[in-house]
């Protein structure tokens, strides 16, 4: 009797059986139930060459230790990946590692994204068992006018050099030397050429090669991170936007296999300066074709014009008036009580606050815990004189707990309180008026 072929293989690893395709390796089926094995050399796009030993695991009927990311799996194989003597052997990978590695971690680009410094704080000793002074290697290498290398951090994964020989085909980057004089460099000491350098920043674990663009710029903790597509050409390819107190700090790949593969030209990845915000820019009103930097007030009153003429409807005015009053607020420091609503008698109860006492700056959200309880009950009411009732008390506390004026919707200081009123009252009716006297 002949047995049916398969594709599928099913094994076991660490008592969780798991079932995957042949030719995968024990590194991805691990993954695939959640399972964490510890990688420096490793990388999904690339093939596998088990040179940094990191992933070592136990295989049943194997007498020695196996590297993960290069052995596949075969039906019926036993895996282990926490035995006692898997975490001794990271535990020395990670020693050797560390015996020249300089304690460069607060000032390296790479601190908060190093996968050197994870894998140490959870498989590493803990403490060195070596006592002598660590070999020196050249720091701040230039490889080009786009990268530096630090030969001392560099831990020889390999993932740059099988890059540029795998990916890009340039085959720029080499290993040079032997033995613990290996280094990385390009022949002769040229510059790199390559159009995709930017690529090996982003692959290496450690922090050895750097952006000169990013280096000493931030932290990873510090950045805002916004998906996007680089503007670079119309290829379309996904980016990660970081950028520090408004100011961008680089491009990084974002993975969309169905466009870029999730690697990135350095034409556009290093196109962002073209597109940085220059200093703190002053309001700007097209005039006769170019652009003239105007006040506050006269932006303000330009946009009250622009949108009249526009034919917007009131609702589209209050959102604009809404989102421009509450950048003003948070660049000045104002205090801000907006109500806002698509009946002004209160008849419908798709009525919605904004309140803010420099605190919040969410919907909803307030910093007198007086009112959040009183939005909850807003929104529930049944009655157009209920929720005016309410509303009048959200306004009081509001008040009390703001030192600027409250007039309209809004809360501004009283210098601009002339200006904007006549603006808001002539151009958008919908706007329920409190007046409240300066304080």
């Keep these: 009797m002949s047995t049916v072929q398969t594709d599928q293989v099913t094994l076991t690893i660490n008592g969780q059986s798991v079932t995957v395709p042949k030719g995968t390796l024990i590194l991805d089926a691990a993954k695939k139930i959640g399972i964490d094995i510890p990688i420096f050399c490793s990388h999904p796009k690339m093939a596998p060459v088990a040179v940094c030993r990191m992933c070592l695991v136990e295989v049943e009927k194997m007498p020695k230790l196996q590297p993960s990311c290069a052995v596949y799996v075969a039906d019926g194989m036993v895996v282990k990946t926490t035995t006692e003597q898997v975490g001794k052997y990271q535990k020395d990978v990670l020693g050797l590692l560390l015996i020249n590695h300089p304690l460069d971690c607060p000032i390296c680009d790479k601190g908060g994204e190093c996968p050197l410094q994870d894998q140490t704080y959870q498989y ?15 720091k701040a290498v230039p490889l080009s006018d786009k990268i530096l290398l630090d030969r001392e951090r560099c831990i020889l994964c390999w ?20 033995g613990v004089h290996t280094i990385i460099g390009t ?18 674990p450690v922090g050895a090669l750097t952006s000169r663009q990013y280096r000493f710029l931030s932290r990873p903790w510090d950045l805002d991170r916004t998906a996007s597509v680089c503007p670079g050409c119309s290829m379309g390819c996904n980016i990660q936007i970081d950028a520090r107190s408004n100011r961008i700090g680089r491009f990084q790949s974002r993975e969309n296999a169905a466009v870029d593969d999730s690697w990135l030209c350095d034409f556009g990845r290093f196109s962002f300066p073209n597109f940085q915000r220059q200093g703190q820019e002053r309001p700007r009103v097209r005039r006769n074709g170019t652009l003239e930097e105007v006040s506050y007030e006269e932006a303000i009153a330009f946009t009250a014009d622009a949108l009249k003429r526009a034919g917007f409807t009131v609702v589209e005015q209050v959102m604009d008036w809404g989102t421009l009053l509450q950048r003003r607020a948070k660049k000045e420091g104002w205090s801000l009580f907006a109500v806002y609503s698509n009946g002004a008698d209160m008849s419908s109860p798709l009525t919605h606050f904004y309140v803010a006492n420099n605190c919040a700056d969410y ?19 049944d009655t157009p004189e209920r929720r005016r009732q309410i509303a009048a008390q959200i306004q009081a506390f509001a008040y009390e707990s703001t030192p600027a004026v409250m007039w309209g919707q809004f809360t501004v200081p009283a210098a601009y309180r002339s ?7 002539s151009s958008f009716p919908m706007f329920w008026n409190v007046d409240v006297p300066d304080r």
């Excluded at 993932?159 to 032997?178: H, K």
């Excluded at 919907?363 to 009411?381: H, K, N, Q, T, V």
């Excluded at 200006?419 to 009252?425: D, S």
């Design 159 to 178: 993932r740059c050099t099988r890059f540029s020989e795998e990916i890009s085909g340039e085959r720029e980057l080499a290993l040079i030397q032997r």
């Design 187 to 204: 022949f002769n000491d040229e510059p790199a050429e390559s159009n995709y350098q930017g690529n090996w920043t982003e692959i290496c």
């Design 419 to 425: 200006t904007l009123t006549g603006l808001i009252q």
């Design 363 to 381: 919907p909803g959200w307030s910093c007198d815990e007086r009112i959040s309880p009183l939005l909850a009950e807003f929104a529930f009411a």
């Design 124 to 138: 590493g000793p803990g403490a060195s068992r070596f006592d002598f002074p660590k070999a020196h290697f050249d």
